[in-house]
C-alpha cells in the first residue's frame, strides 16, 4: 500500500482537514491547523507532500521520525500541527487497514465511558450561569469558563470581584450537580494570578487553567502556594520535550495536549505516558473539529490518566459550522450524563461527509484572535 495524494480542506469556522489517499482505496483523515495560522500550517503540510507520496502509510513511527527530525530546525506550533494532523490520518488508515478502533492499536481500551465538558465563556460572552443551566440540560456535568478579560500586570480588584460574581453564580444556581474548570487563558500575569487563585479556592474549581502562560511555568511555583485547586495547563506545549520541562517542575496537576497541535496521536501517547510517571492527570485540550475530537477520543480511551476531555460542540466561535456539520453519522458525540460512549468503528470512528467539505472549502477562513488591549493601550494577552 502507497500513499497517492494528499488533499488539504480549510473550512469554516476555523478549522482545517486533511485527507491522506492510498492505491489500495483506504483513506485518512486528520486536523492540521493553529487557529489563526491556516494557511501557514497548509504550507508545512505541503512541504511534507514530496516526502509522503508513494511511502507506505502503515510505518506511522517512521514518518513521524523523519517529518520531525529531519529537518535541521524543528518544533514549534506550526510545524507540530502539520506532523499532527498527518499522524492522525495515518493513524484513520490503520485502523482501517485493521478494522478496528486506534485504541485497539496502543494497547486496547482501559475505560467504559468518557467524561466530557464544554465551555461556557465568562469574559465575552459572560452570562455564564444561563449557559450551564444550558449545558447541564444537554445532559453535560463539567463545563470551563474563561475567568476573566483582559488583565494588566496590576489590575483593578473590580477583575477579580467581578470573576468572583460569575463562579458564585454558578455555584448558587447549580451547587456542585455540575463541576467548573475556570480558565485564565495565560492572560493573566504572576501578581494577580496569585490574588485569584486564592479568591477562587473557596468555590473548589475542577481545575485552574494556564493561570500563567507556559513558558513562566517557574511562577507556578509562587502560585501554587496561594490554592489547593490543581493546576493545569499544556494547550500550548507542542512536544514530549516542551512537557518534559512543564512535568518536571513539579507544580502542574493538569497536562492538557492537544492531538491537533502536539504532534498528534504518536506524539501525545507518549507524553500522557510521561505524565503518568509523574502521577500528573490528562485533560487534552480540543476546541476544534471532528477530526480533532476523534484522534483525542481514540488516545482517551487506552490512556488511565486522562479523566475529562475537552470538545466545542455549539460553543460560540463554531459560527457557519459545526462538528456535526462535517459528519454523516452523528451518533459518535451523543452524550448521556456527562459522558461519551466507547467507539467501536474503525480508525477514528467517524463517517466524514466529504461533499460538505469540500463545498465549504470553496468558502474557507482567514480566522484571526481578537487583538485586545489594556486600559492604558498596551497589547494584552488574549
Not at 58 to 63: C, P, R, S, V, Y
Not at 179 to 184: E, H, N, Q, T, W
Request: with cysteine.
Amino acid at each position: 500500500m502507497q500513499i497517492t495524494a494528499i488533499k488539504l480542506y480549510t473550512v469554516l469556522p476555523r478549522w482545517q482537514f486533511l485527507k491522506i489517499e492510498t492505491d489500495s482505496g483506504l483513506c485518512g483523515w486528520g486536523e492540521p491547523v493553529i487557529e489563526g495560522r491556516a494557511a501557514t500550517v497548509r504550507a508545512a503540510v505541503q512541504e511534507a507532500e514530496n516526502y509522503l507520496i508513494g511511502k507506505d502509510p502503515m510505518n506511522i513511527e517512521d514518518h513521524w521520525q523523519v517529518l520531525y527530525r529531519g529537518g535541521f530546525y524543528r518544533g514549534g506550533p506550526e510545524m507540530m500541527s502539520a506532523i499532527a494532523g498527518i499522524d492522525q490520518a495515518l493513524w484513520d488508515i490503520k485502523g482501517k487497514y485493521f478494522n478496528t478502533p486506534i485504541y485497539n492499536l496502543l494497547g486496547g481500551r482501559c475505560r467504559d465511558k468518557l467524561k466530557v465538558y464544554c465551555w461556557i465563556g465568562g469574559d465575552r460572552p459572560s452570562d455564564v450561569l444561563s449557559a450551564a443551566r444550558e449545558k447541564l440540560s444537554q445532559g453535560y456535568s463539567a463545563v470551563k469558563m474563561n475567568a476573566t478579560e483582559e488583565m494588566h500586570y496590576i489590575d483593578s480588584f473590580k477583575k477579580v470581584d467581578a470573576v468572583l460574581q460569575r463562579v458564585q453564580a454558578i455555584r448558587d444556581g447549580l451547587g456542585f450537580d455540575m463541576d467548573i474548570a475556570i480558565d485564565f487563558h495565560g492572560r493573566v500575569h504572576k501578581s494577580m494570578a496569585k490574588v485569584l487563585a486564592k479568591e477562587l479556592d473557596q468555590y473548589r474549581p475542577m481545575f485552574i487553567e494556564e493561570p500563567v502562560l507556559t513558558q513562566n511555568i517557574e511562577a507556578l511555583k509562587e502560585i501554587v502556594r496561594y490554592t489547593s485547586v490543581p493546576i493545569a495547563t499544556g494547550e500550548r506545549a507542542f512536544s514530549r520535550w516542551d512537557f518534559k520541562n512543564i512535568l518536571s517542575a513539579g507544580y502542574v496537576d493538569v497536562i492538557q495536549p492537544d492531538l491537533s497541535h502536539a504532534g498528534g496521536i504518536s506524539e501525545c501517547k507518549k507524553i500522557v505516558a510521561m505524565a503518568e510517571a509523574y502521577d500528573v492527570a490528562v485533560a487534552p485540550h480540543c476546541p476544534l473539529g471532528p477530526i480533532a475530537l476523534s484522534a483525542c477520543v481514540q488516545l482517551d480511551m487506552c490512556t488511565p490518566n486522562v479523566f475529562i476531555q475537552e470538545q466545542s460542540l455549539g460553543i460560540h466561535y463554531n459560527q457557519g459550522g459545526d462538528l456535526l456539520d462535517y459528519l454523516k453519522d452523528k451518533s459518535p458525540f451523543e452524550y448521556k450524563d456527562g459522558f461519551i460512549a466507547v467507539p467501536t468503528l474503525p480508525g477514528l470512528g467517524i463517517d466524514i461527509d466529504e461533499e460538505k467539505i469540500i463545498e465549504m472549502d470553496k468558502i474557507g477562513h482567514n480566522w484571526k484572535n481578537p487583538l485586545w488591549r489594556n486600559f492604558d493601550g498596551t497589547v494584552a494577552e488574549w
